[in-house]
């Protein structure tokens, strides 16, 4: 956490130092492409859209023209905010004003198109690209992207189709035809396609077969899960959070919970965990009746006993800048030459022996527990109001709202709305009742002092049934003086019927 700290600090300050130099260049009117790139690429992994955005202006009032890399940086500051539309706008503007456009810009707007299955605005994404030269019209990795987000809408048609027209598919193509299929739970057809895959030479990733086990899971069965795990391990493929994830999915969606309780506490004792699979697992406790575990589970989560390992931190600007510069010479021809088996591994001999100044506490991995989500609470007051308990929902959303940092959203509103509707409901139900037992004069001395409060509720009950007791004596007592001496009272119960 204190290496972490330090990182974000140092980022803030490597931001606020590149944007005085930028003000500074903007100023003395020695502005070039290249800065302009670099705080578009430090504003893109921020998403500071507004600054970005300001930028771009400033290269339009400074007549620089952008290149391929202006464009795809530019896109994925927008398309990280979720501006959709103003990307594809921004998209046509600047290749309107003669900018580089390459294939990382089209991309980039496909995949985050995918993500939320926006089919039209892909297919306008995709159109464009193929009005553009050879090289992009022609790119695999756009003609992929788009299959992909064909895929995940569940267009099978469509995306068999484009499928067909690949003239050499690539495994991102096959994984998006497996989540086409996915997505109408069609195990056999997925596991069809990979089999294709495999025949054409690829080798499935476990992306590939994480798509396999969500049509296995949509499918509602749970034949084909056996068999796609074997195949998994077969190929050295280990089972990730995403993994886990479907196959709890896979245990609600066909009503076993044994199965969930398999694979969950499988993820938990090998700490490949993630927010997105306890939410997952608490959701299907919820669905499948268990309540009280999904309580332990959000229980477990709040006192840190669920643990991950976080991921690695992505190269730093410097190292990017680098490979980049690789890249270029490479495909200028101005590459070094490559070094024999030989070189190689007398290189690595010598990389493993150097001494190391890195402690040997930051060179592995250490685990991090997990915190709780918004999602995560919601799933908890949802649990906690199915099983009759509004305060400890009125709890956790003070504890969500004050203590934790995050935002509720309506769903947590429209819980807390229902728990205190709930609590109001106990309530006049109680005060009546002790009202209707007030009225009788023999009612014990406790209950003309109760506690009306919302914490003493189960007080008030017991004195409410004090009171009705008192007042069914008192009945008995009355009518038994005002019956008349030819009429004998009925005989006691015995204690079976009593």
Not at 49 to 69: E, F, N, S, Y
Not at 169 to 181: E, F, Q
Not at 290 to 299: R, S, V
Request: net charge positive.
């Amino acid at each position: 956490q204190q290496q972490a700290l330090m990182n974000t600090t140092m980022a803030h300050k490597a931001l606020r130092v590149a944007e005085q130099a930028f003000v500074k260049k903007v100023q003395g009117g020695a502005l070039k492409l290249i800065d302009c790139n670099k705080m578009l690429g430090m504003y893109s992994q921020r998403q500071l859209d507004r600054k970005a955005t300001t930028v771009l202006d400033t290269m339009k009032d400074q007549r620089i023209r952008g290149d391929a890399h202006t464009t795809a940086n530019y896109i994925k500051v927008l398309t990280r905010k979720g501006k959709f539309h103003e990307s594809l706008g921004a998209l046509r503007e600047l290749q309107g004003l003669g900018w580089g456009v390459n294939d990382v810009a089209y991309t980039t707007l496909l995949h985050a198109l995918g993500r939320v299955k926006r089919v039209q605005l892909a297919h306008q994404v995709y159109e464009m690209a193929q009005q553009q030269k050879k090289p992009v019209r022609d790119n695999i990795d756009i003609q992929s992207s788009y299959l992909a987000v064909l895929g995940k809408a569940g267009l099978t048609e469509l995306a068999q189709q484009m499928f067909d027209k690949l003239r050499q598919p690539n495994i991102r193509a096959y994984t998006a035809l497996v989540s086409a299929h996915a997505f109408h739970g069609q195990a056999d057809s997925a596991i069809g396609v990979v089999a294709k895959a495999k025949s054409a030479g690829l080798t499935p990733d476990r992306v590939m077969y994480n798509s396999v086990l969500r049509a296995c899971a949509n499918s509602k069965t749970l034949d084909t899960i056996p068999s796609v795990l074997e195949t998994m391990s077969a190929a050295n493929i280990a089972l990730d959070a995403h993994s886990y994830s479907e196959l709890v999915r896979a245990g609600a969606n066909s009503q076993n919970l044994a199965f969930v309780h398999k694979h969950f506490g499988a993820a938990v004792s090998t700490n490949i965990l993630d927010a997105r699979l306890v939410e997952t697992a608490m959701w299907t406790y919820l669905e499948l009746g268990a309540i009280k575990d999904c309580q332990q589970t959000f229980h477990h989560l709040c006192n840190g006993d669920y643990k991950h390992f976080p991921k690695q931190q992505g190269p730093t600007l410097h190292q990017r800048d680098a490979k980049a510069k690789r890249h270029h010479d490479t495909r200028r021809g101005n590459s070094k030459r490559k070094a024999t088996p030989v070189e190689a591994e007398v290189r690595a001999e010598v990389t493993t022996n150097a001494p190391s100044t890195v402690p040997k506490q930051a060179q592995s991995l250490s685990l991090v527990p997990l915190a709780p989500t918004t999602a995560a609470y919601n799933l908890a007051m949802k649990a906690y109001l199915q099983a009759g308990e509004p305060r400890r929902v009125i709890e956790l959303f003070r504890q969500l709202a004050d203590t934790t940092g995050l935002r509720y959203n309506e769903t947590s509103v429209d819980l807390l709305r229902d728990a205190k509707a709930q609590v109001g409901r106990r309530v006049d139900a109680l005060e009546s009742t002790v009202s209707a037992a007030l009225a009788v004069p023999s009612a014990p001395k406790a209950i003309h002092n109760p506690q009306s409060s919302v914490s003493g509720l189960e007080a008030l009950a017991e004195l409410t049934l004090q009171a009705r007791k008192g007042a069914a004596r008192a009945k008995s007592a009355d009518g038994s003086h005002s019956q008349p001496a030819a009429v004998t009272a009925p005989p006691l119960p015995t204690q079976s019927s009593s």
